[in-house]
């Protein structure tokens, strides 16, 4: 990769003008203020269980939905009607 996709990628990491050259390599590490006072500002801890699969995606948390279950019964109902329609005509010409 170029370097300059590498740091384009990684510029959002390390916010500019917090942490300069200047106040990172100070020697009594009080020009860290304003670094130390972004990141404690961020959320602390583990990011929230995102409910996963299909059940967790459709029927638990706030997006919580009948209608994929509505879909399946609807979509095999079709499915069915179609292969017995088909299957019928076949032997029997009208």
């Known amino acids: 990769m170029h370097a ?5 990628q990684l510029g959002g990491l390390i916010p500019p ?13 009080a020009g860290l203020a304003p670094l130390v006072d972004f990141y404690s500002k961020l959320p ?7 409910p996963t699969g299909i059940k967790g995606r459709y029927f638990s948390g706030s997006n919580a ?10 979509g095999l109902f079709a499915i069915g009607y179609t292969l017995d329609y088909n299957q019928h005509h076949k032997n029997h010409a009208h």
Do not use: E, F, Q, Y
């Open 44 to 50: 602390k801890g583990s990011a929230p269980a995102r």
């Open 4 to 8: 300059t996709l590498i740091r384009r």
């Open 65 to 74: 939905s009948g209608k994929p279950l509505v879909a399946l019964i609807v």
């Open 17 to 29: 003008k917090i942490a300069t050259p200047k106040l990172v390599s100070g020697g009594s590490g």
